[in-house]
């Protein structure tokens, strides 16, 4: 390409691009389609310096649309199509790579339409995907340590854009301009707040919160107010200084977790000074930088930093199973948001508002798998569609105003009612006695009012701390009654005396079978192991979660594996939340074998004792309103022989309780073995109370 030609040239791509913006932006309707746009990167260092690279991807833009050819190890070539294609690989035009852009080309054709989207109130995400090193960054934030305004990407550009809008809009008296910014990363599942000191970071990262009417999730997070672009790159400086970043072989500064930046935006406008109501425009704009995916052959990470794009692919996986979902388009289809931090956070995104892709892609043949995948997770966002609606109100200024002249005309009747019980007894109606009375009367009922509040919230006190030593004395006395009861079948079985074992089992199970189903006190239908007192009252209040399971242990008794480590799934039959991942209780069930005996013994020869253990490690999906005690109770066929309990764990929606039971039967006979092998011989129960 010579000097000469290439002036002529940008404006042309320039003006293509802003004329492709501008169509593109005058069809946001109820129902839009994602916008995605590939980019082809320049050959970095690494892959300058191989001998054998070749650039394996071209392109070509056409009147409607573009499309991208990939030529796969076999030679042949794999065609994609999308809203732009493009390439900074090389500015010549014999390159074959398809049409050369700078960062104001892609901000023109994808920036300037979410500017104005957002400034139309309308909700905007902006996802930068692809495999690490590939330019994400680069597009979304621009070259790093470069001042130049030629170098900044979409972000940067986008608020200086906002800001300009603003600076308009504050000249003008009749209308309340303001922004404000917050930056989280997701790092290993968690969200960090970039905005906060890092030395002030819970170590379990910020808990997610529910949004109403189900529009996605939030983080409660550092929100800046921002008054103009500086500040921007105030807060845009310190979040990058606190990016969690790593060296890999495919990439010096890859980015090791999930980057949002959400700018919210908010104008309100009164058509003149005296107007009794006013419009209120708000958007939110969530642009989102993806670590890249990386194969672990080729990032060559081990330790953390393999640990770290273990978590990088998971959350993009997720990501990929919601837009499989959604691209199908398959009414009352469940979109699986809930099985990551990612997702989650990205719900919102996928209801409601417009959403543009970047596609990064690198250039060269050893990466042709991670391109390819690029651009099959890019197809499928094209088949997207997603609401897009507009988020403008009218603000209730005319129905206050309805209220106050209310108020003024009921006070104005009360004052006249007044006035003619003053003229009934002969008063002026400026009577100052009566006026003392009135005031009299009033701070007497106020201090009866306040006397009679306090007697009853003191009632309130001592009638649940009654209620509550109740339940601890009952169950107290069915603890005790029950160990003594143990005890004794303990040390009959001790000395072998089988009858009196037998004898106390059964006196036993009446004991175990107080406060369960079918007794007078109102229980749970879905519960399976022996009520307290406690967890009876729970119930009643609706303070109470209950997941169950049941298994069978036939494993032990069949001559297979000595011991089965087990992530059980439990199904929910009290306290059902739709927002929380399905529990279960992760436990190992194994022999036990004297250190004296081989392992080679280990398996079970009918006719013998049997010892094993019953480890309950830990569980998870507790819904977070039942998390303020949690424990575990297991019992053998249902409530008709004995139940254990694991110790009280507080305010945890995935336990740890690691409680070991050791179960010993002298000799298993075939009568014993056929109870082993029957289903839920061995029933869990995973049990959530929320505290009055």
């Not at 593109?24 to 320049?42: C, I, K, L, Q």
């Not at 930093?305 to 837009?323: A, D, P, R, Y």
């Amino acid at each position: 390409m010579s000097t000469a030609s290439k002036p002529g040239q940008e404006r042309e791509r320039r003006g293509s691009a802003v004329g492709a913006a501008r169509s593109h932006s005058s069809t946001v309707g109820e129902d839009a389609a994602v916008v995605v746009a590939v980019r082809v990167r320049a050959f970095n260092k690494r892959e300058s310096a191989e001998k054998a690279v070749r650039a394996v991807v071209r392109m070509k833009n056409e009147e409607v649309g573009a499309r991208t050819w990939v030529r796969k190890a076999d030679g042949k070539e794999k065609e994609y199509s999308f809203d732009y294609c493009w390439q900074t690989h090389s500015e010549e035009s014999t390159s074959g790579l398809g049409n050369y852009v700078t960062q104001d080309d892609v901000f023109q054709a994808l920036g300037v339409p979410i500017v104005k989207d957002a400034l139309e109130g309308r909700n905007v995400c902006l996802l930068a995907y692809g495999q690490t090193g590939a330019g994400k960054t680069y597009s979304m934030l621009g070259k790093e340590r470069s001042e130049e305004a030629r170098d900044q990407g979409i972000v940067p550009r986008a608020c200086t854009e906002l800001f300009a809008r603003c600076e308009e809009d504050r000249r003008n008296p009749l209308v309340d301009c303001n922004i404000d910014v917050r930056v989280v990363e997701i790092y290993m599942d968690k969200v960090n707040d970039l905005l906060a000191p890092k030395e002030t970071w819970a170590q379990g990262g910020r808990k997610l919160r529910r949004l109403p009417n189900g529009q996605g999730y939030t983080v409660d997070s550092i929100k800046v107010v921002c008054e103009s672009y500086a500040d921007v790159q105030r807060v845009f400086e310190t979040a990058n200084k606190n990016r969690t970043v790593g060296s890999t072989a495919l990439n010096d500064r890859s980015s090791r977790a999930h980057t949002i930046f959400t700018i919210t935006y908010r104008r309100t406008e009164k058509a003149s000074a005296d107007a009794t109501s006013a419009t209120t425009i708000t958007s939110c704009i969530n642009l989102v930088d993806l670590a890249g995916s990386e194969r672990t052959a080729k990032a060559k990470t081990t330790g953390d930093t393999l640990k770290e794009g273990v978590s990088i692919n998971k959350g993009l996986s997720c990501l990929g199973k919601c837009i499989q979902v959604v691209s199908e388009g398959k009414e009352g289809a469940l979109v699986p948001c809930n099985e990551s931090v990612l997702t989650r956070l990205l719900q919102g995104s996928m209801i409601n508002g417009r959403v543009v892709m970047i596609a990064a892609l690198s250039p060269a043949d050893s990466c042709v798998d991670e391109t390819i995948g690029t651009l099959e997770f890019a197809k499928r966002m094209k088949h997207c569609r997603i609401k897009c609606d507009k988020n403008v109100t009218m603000s209730p200024l005319d129905e206050l105003r309805k209220q106050k002249v209310e108020m003024e005309r009921s006070m104005q009747l009360e004052i006249d009612r007044l006035k003619s019980v003053l003229a009934e007894q002969g008063l002026p109606p400026n009577s100052d006695k009566f006026l003392v009375d009135v005031e009299s009367a009033a701070r007497e009922r106020r201090r009866l009012l306040e006397e009679r509040d306090q007697v009853k919230a003191e009632l309130e006190a001592e009638r649940r701390m009654a209620q509550q030593l109740r339940f601890d004395l009952e169950e107290l006395r069915q603890r005790t009654a029950l160990q003594e009861l143990e005890d004794m079948k303990d040390a009959a079985v001790a000395r072998e005396d089988w009858e009196e074992a037998a004898r106390i089992v059964e006196e036993l199970k009446p004991l175990r079978r107080a406060g369960t189903v079918g007794s007078s006190d109102a229980s749970p239908t879905g519960c399976a192991i022996p009520m307290t007192a406690r967890r009876r009252s729970a119930y009643q209040e609706c303070r109470m979660f209950c997941a169950r399971a049941s298994l069978s242990l036939d494993f032990l008794v069949s001559g297979g594996a000595p011991s089965r480590f087990q992530q059980i799934p439990l199904e929910v039959t009290i306290g059902k939340e739709s927002d929380t991942a399905p529990p279960q209780v992760v436990a190992n069930i194994y022999q036990w074998t004297p250190l004296d005996q081989p392992a080679s013994q280990r398996e079970f020869v009918p006719g013998s004792r049997l010892d094993f253990v019953v480890h309950i490690i830990g569980a998870s999906g507790v819904p977070e309103r039942f998390s303020e005690i949690v424990y575990c109770h297991y019992v053998f066929k249902s409530a008709e022989g004995e139940a254990y309990k694991t110790p009280e764990v507080k305010n945890s929606t995935a336990p740890t309780f690691d409680f070991k039971k050791r179960f010993a039967f002298p000799k298993v006979d075939e009568k014993l073995m056929n109870w082993f092998k029957q289903e839920g011989v061995l029933t869990f129960e995973l049990i959530g109370i929320a505290m009055p």
